[in-house]
């Protein structure tokens, strides 16, 4: 069964400070990983879209990072902000795109000053 | 508009009655989704339409829940019957090729 993992479920950081994000998955034939924003009561955002020849890839303070060896993603955020306050979603996609998109559950991250 | 679209933001209805969520997508996106999202919970697949193909209806969850699409245009999801299960919000995404999924702020459904 296809199945994607993300930990920790919830996170607190201090504003300023770095956290990594991580997803692990079994979805298989793999063709695409890719980590969604979800703000309160809005649809997902788009971060980054990592293929599997891809190992890294960065939108501005945002940087993930695809082991396809181990099936294993994380999600690095440098200097957070409090509008970074948001649910983080790994969703990984079979091979033939389309629907078969399998979900994490999130992780809810918390900014404070 | 620039962005998926979708309305209402949100429908408060009585069990038993039936809703319609619409959703316009972006212009030239070929592909659109549906999704359904409890509570504290990840998406819920429903139905994906791509063109004129016939549509992914593996996701939906009972006959009570259809999903239409024009061309490549607006798409309208229809409840019946509603339950207060069903209360959820409703995402609408869509995307062209491969080149990711653009989602709408939602339809937030409560059944009491």
């Known amino acids: 069964k296809n199945q994607v993992e993300q930990s920790p479920q919830s996170l607190i950081i201090l504003e300023g400070k770095n956290c990594t994000l991580q997803?692990?998955?079994?979805?298989?034939?793999?063709?695409?990983l890719r980590w969604y924003k979800q703000d309160t009561g809005r649809g997902p955002v788009s971060l980054t879209i990592?293929?599997?020849?891809?190992n890294t890839k960065s939108n501005g303070r945002y940087t993930a990072t695809l082991d396809a060896d181990t099936k294993q993603s994380s999600l690095h955020i440098t200097a957070s902000q409090l509008s970074d306050s948001a649910s983080y979603i790994c969703?990984?996609?079979?091979?033939?795109?389309?629907?078969?998109?399998?979900f994490g559950t999130g992780t809810q991250l918390k900014v404070e000053l | 508009g620039a962005g998926v679209s979708q309305s209402p933001s949100n429908k408060v209805t009585e069990k038993g009655k039936d809703v319609e969520l619409r959703c316009d997508p972006i212009?030239?996106?070929?592909?659109l989704y549906w999704y359904r999202q409890r509570l504290g919970q990840g998406l819920e697949f429903l139905i994906y339409?791509?063109?004129?193909?016939?549509?992914?209806k593996s996701g939906l969850p009972s006959d009570r829940f259809s999903a239409e699409r024009t061309g490549e245009s607006v798409s309208t999801l229809t409840i019946q019957r509603t339950q207060q299960e069903d209360s959820a919000v409703y995402l609408c995404?869509?995307?062209?090729?491969?080149?990711?999924?653009?989602f709408g702020p939602g339809t937030r459904l409560t059944v009491l």
């Open positions: 212009s030239g996106h070929t592909a």
């Open positions: 969703v990984v996609s079979s091979t033939g795109g389309g629907n078969k998109l399998t």
């Open positions: 990592m293929t599997f020849s891809e």
């Open positions: 995404a869509s995307s062209f090729k491969r080149q990711g999924e653009f």
């Open positions: 997803c692990n998955y079994t979805v298989s034939p793999f063709s695409n």
């Open positions: 339409f791509q063109g004129n193909s016939a549509p992914d």
